[in-house]
């Protein structure tokens, strides 16, 4: 059974970072697109930045410039690196996976700016 472990999360001032991990389990197969998506209070679930296992990335405009998605293949590792962040950026952030139909989340990491 394939499993998403996320870590990472925490307080951080505007203008900080921090940087985000996710590990899967469980899989024998190398995951054709891994990302991360987030939901604050009150919103829809939105996409954050996706990454191919051919490293093509795919960003929202909200984090251009500022997030940086990168992938380990051999681990089934994705990181979410996430500098000048704002309190906007405030939200549980879910790690996302995808193997031809099937896709896989995490169960969530909190991620809280204060301004």
């Known amino acids: 059974q394939v499993q998403l472990v996320e870590s990472g999360g925490g307080l951080v001032q505007a203008g900080g970072s921090l940087k985000l991990s996710c590990t899967a389990s469980?899989?024998?197969?190398?995951?054709?697109?891994m990302g991360w998506y987030r939901q604050a209070p009150g919103k829809q679930r939105e996409l954050v930045a996706t990454?191919?296992?051919?490293?093509?990335?795919n960003y929202a405009d909200y984090v251009k410039g500022r997030f940086t998605i990168s992938r380990d293949n051999a681990k089934n590792t994705v990181y979410l690196q996430m500098d000048s962040l704002k309190p906007e950026d405030t939200a549980v952030y879910y790690c996302?996976?995808?193997?031809?139909?099937?896709?896989?989340w995490g169960q969530g990491t909190q991620v809280t700016v204060s301004s």
């Open positions: 996302y996976a995808r193997y031809d139909t099937r896709t896989y």
């Open positions: 469980g899989s024998t197969f190398t995951f054709i697109t």
């Open positions: 990454q191919t296992s051919g490293d093509s990335t």
